[in-house]
T-cell receptor, first 111, second 113 residues
Framework: DTGVSQNPRHKITKRGQNVTFRCDPI?????LYWYRQTLGQGPEFLTY????????KSRLLSDRFSAERPKGSFSTLEIQRTEQGDSAMYLC?????????FGPGTRLTVT | AQTVTQSQPEMSVQEAETVTLSCTYD???????LFWYKQPPSRQMILVIR??????QNATENRFSVNFQKAAKSFSLKISDSQLGDAAMYFC??????????FGKGTKLTVNP
């Protein structure tokens, strides 16, 4: 198993542009999570899926953020009209039971 | 809401020595899990050790062990025989019935040769 993968690893965008990140979980994992980590902080929960169903969304996830997991496999996180405050590391994790395994993250820089 | 507190922003240890990282948490739940994750610089988060709250026995994984005090809501990580490769940010995390991990702010561990 190759673990959780995320693409791209780095993304630089201009304020106001839309960006989309992809996460491929470990193949037998039915749960998939998105977290955001800013410098000097621990990750903060954004949303999670069980199979294709999005079961919880954090209040951190404004209307500009949307996540999908169309066939219960990979997931995408889209940020519309990016703002400088969106600059962060976006982490994806997957699990089969209670242990969550993380991907390498996508570092977003909004200029 | 659950909270996780790591009161040591930075710690240092000499190579081959032992270091203990502190973590306290607050919850009203009785069934939960606690974790320590390691995040090396510019590298991904790695699960180091896990503890189920219903288990009284402290978890151990090679050189890593925990001291879990449920009544005190304390969950410290002990690293024995520290190695240069142990240098990283260490995050304590709580998982209750909500399925989402709640993390502390982390402790930066430096290992001196």
């Amino acid at each position: 198993d190759t673990g959780v993968s995320q693409n791209p690893r780095h993304k630089i965008t201009k304020r106001g542009q839309n960006v989309t990140f992809r996460c491929d979980p470990i193949s037998e994992h039915n749960r998939l999570y998105w977290y955001r980590q800013t410098l000097g902080q621990g990750p903060e929960f954004l949303t999670y899926f069980q199979n294709e169903a999005q079961l919880e969304k954090s209040r951190l996830l404004s209307d500009r953020f949307s996540a999908e997991r169309p066939k219960g496999s990979f997931s995408t996180l889209e940020i519309q009209r990016t703002e400088q405050g969106d600059s962060a590391m976006y982490l994806c994790a997957s699990s089969f039971d209670y242990e969550q395994y993380f991907g390498p993250g996508t570092r977003l820089t909004v200029t | 809401a659950q909270t996780v507190t790591q009161s040591q922003p930075e710690m240092s240890v000499q190579e081959a020595e032992t270091v203990t990282l502190s973590c306290t948490y607050d919850t009203s739940e009785s069934d939960y899990y606690l974790f320590w994750y390691k995040q090396p610089p510019s590298r991904q988060m790695i699960l180091v050790i896990r503890q189920e709250a219903y288990k009284q026995q402290n978890a151990t994984e090679n050189r890593f062990s925990v001291n879990f005090q449920k009544a005190a809501k304390s969950f410290s990580l002990k690293i024995s025989d520290s190695q240069l490769g142990d240098a990283a940010m260490y995050f304590c995390a709580f998982l209750g019935g909500s399925e989402k991990l709640v993390f502390g702010k982390g402790t930066k561990l430096t290992v001196n040769p």
